[in-house]
């Protein structure tokens, strides 16, 4: 049963008639969205808006998506839990010192309506974000820090806290029966056996005389982590903190996507051995693939009124495919901007003579062209989902930062030049190129490129600014013999490649 609210909370309504029903669960996050086809002969058709409210008996939702056309049958909803209160309660910044979840989670909610409920967890951490941010980066932060898994109860104000979600009923996945479809992901872009971490002033483990842990569970392989931060002051944290960490890095993320049979939605007799829920742990047997391991289920999408079309992703982590290609996503784009201004520093600590202004402009256009062409070329699964914001502003901080250390050169088309070069070929020596590139991405480009843009409105009045229109400055990439275009049209910075009798 769908119940339909108007934006200010009144009923509108009981929706019937729709079809494609489907709720998808998230572990890592908690999240959830429901979506559904409403016909457009439908009685609410003109009352399903967005930013309006649909209850289910366990959620409440709010309407995010409302697409349809002038030939179409049916109007396709798509909505997202409703944790509206908690967005909107900002700070400035946040802090708590080595309190418990559930106490640091009572500062974060004070005042939005939502309360903590179950509480597992019991460890004391510190919780620390100096920039801007709402309730439910907090929240994200608690999930983190406390190695957590929390559910939202929206329909009574809820979160409760767990060590983990999810049971181990003896279910099991197997071709035989119930798993029609398989399909494998094993990745460790983000692999070690060894782990330094490091706190607050400097604080270090000590450990029969060592300063890190390890984990050869996996591998004999020596790769060293070093961990740092700030927020704790005590060993006994530190260590068992550094120790959870390592557990889940010293293994290959392996996530399965399958296609499962609900037998038990289908039929009671399989209810007791064959029912699972996010969270749970399953058998996973395939001999087609080779594959008999316990897995969690990271990501659950169900079809209430045609089961047999339900689907799980399986992890060895609490992750989903979508979960860990946007942090493999991340780090692409970390270490690009990290190399690029290494290398273009060092090229400016050894030239002097323009002014900061023009060294602004080269090093804003490198980064738009950093972001392009990775976004363009790289990526490690076409399905990336959009809001690694966090990860785009970092890699704007980190370069302006760069700005604000350096002075002027006029080597600074080299120096683009270089950093551009050393950091796709990084990039392409340790990431698989794709063809396709997803919308998401794509629109996180767009978004860093709008960012830099309202950044050098700083420098618009400036005489380096008006020439920098006039001029456009040529580039030569020494590799490859072939040669860009540096400028500013309709007021934007861009490059272009130079055709040339044999590119033309």
Known sequence: MLQLFSDSKERIGTLSGFTELKETTKLESGDKELSFKYPVTGVFLDDIKNEYYIRTKTDEYVVKSVSGGSKTQWLKVVATLNLEDLEGKAFKSFKTTEMTAAACLAV????????????????????KKDSACNAVDIIS??????????????????????EQIGDDKGCYFIESLNLRKLQTDKTSYDFYTRIVPIGKDGLQIDIDGKDYIENHSYSSKVKTFIWKDERYTRIDSLIEDATLKLAEKAKPY???????????????????????????????????SGVKAKMRIAKITKYPFDPQKNTCELSNTKKSFADI?????????????????????????????????????????????????????????????????????????????????????????????????????????????KEGMTTALN??????????????????????????????????????????????????????????????
């Open 254 to 288: 392996e996530v399965y996507e399958t296609d499962v049979i609900d037998l038990a939605s289908l039929n009671p007799v399989y209810s007791e051995i064959l029912h699972y829920g996010i969270g749970d742990v399953v058998w996973l047997i395939s001999r087609q």
């Open 443 to 504: 629109q996180q480009a767009a978004a860093l490129e709008e960012s830099f843009a309202e950044t050098l409105t700083d420098f618009s009045t400036t005489e380096e600014m008006e020439k920098a229109i006039a001029e456009s400055h040529e580039l030569v990439d020494s590799d490859t013999n072939k040669k860009y275009k540096l400028g500013v049209r309709g007021g934007l910075l861009f490059i272009e490649e130079i055709a040339t009798d044999e590119n033309e």
């Open 325 to 433: 290609q946007a942090e493999q996503m991340a780090q692409i784009v970390d270490e690009a901007v990290a190399v690029a201004g290494g290398n273009t520093s060092e090229q400016i600590e050894e030239s002097e003579g323009i002014t900061s202004e023009e060294i602004a402009l080269e090093m804003e256009a490198m980064k738009t062209e950093i972001i392009k062409d990775i976004s363009g070329q790289y990526a490690a699964k076409s399905d990336i989902t959009t809001g690694d914001e966090a990860t785009l502003k970092s890699a704007k901080e980190y370069t302006d930062k760069q700005l604000e250390s350096y002075k002027t050169s006029k080597q600074t088309d080299n120096a683009i030049d270089a950093a551009k070069r050393a950091v796709l070929q990084d990039v392409a020596n340790t990431y698989a190129t």
């Open 141 to 162: 932060q608690v999930i983190s820090t406390y190695s957590c898994e929390i559910m939202y109860d929206t329909i009574n104000k809820r979160i409760d806290i767990y």
């Open 108 to 127: 974060a909610l004070d005042g939005t309506g939502w309360t903590v409920g179950v509480c597992e967890i019991t460890k004391r951490r510190t919780i």
